[in-house]
């Protein structure tokens, strides 16, 4: 494995590692009555590339799972996600 692969390796488990305490972050802070994670934060975690943590984060802390716009929103993300890699990976 090539050095640049290792790193975007690296980068795909920080930014889903991410994803996932961001969710489970902004579910702890609405029980408690806190500021909240912007829901733009969340989706631009998931667009960078954290898409598999926050959806793991949705269903792990049960966060956001009512909203049509995150139930929809993150697996298209994440499909496009895998669609791109899929692409990339093919071109080489």
């Given at each position: 494995?090539?050095?640049?692969?290792?790193?975007?390796?690296?980068?795909?488990?920080?930014i889903n590692?991410?994803?996932?305490?961001?969710?489970?972050?902004?579910?702890?802070?609405?029980?408690?009555?806190?500021?909240?994670?912007?829901?733009?934060?969340?989706?631009?975690?998931?667009?960078?590339?954290?898409?598999?943590?926050?959806?793991?984060?949705?269903?792990?802390?049960?966060?956001?799972?009512?909203?049509?716009?995150?139930?929809?929103?993150?697996?298209?993300?994440?499909?496009?996600?895998?669609?791109?890699?899929?692409?990339?990976?093919n071109e080489?």
């Amino acid at each position: 494995m090539d050095q640049e692969m290792t790193w975007l390796i690296g980068y795909a488990v920080v930014i889903n590692v991410a994803g996932f305490i961001l969710m489970g972050a902004d579910k702890r802070r609405a029980r408690r009555g806190l500021w909240r994670i912007k829901e733009k934060t969340l989706f631009l975690a998931a667009l960078l590339g954290g898409a598999v943590g926050c959806l793991a984060g949705m269903y792990t802390f049960r966060h956001k799972t009512k909203h049509w716009r995150f139930v929809a929103g993150i697996p298209t993300i994440l499909l496009l996600e895998i669609l791109l890699v899929w692409f990339l990976m093919n071109e080489r």
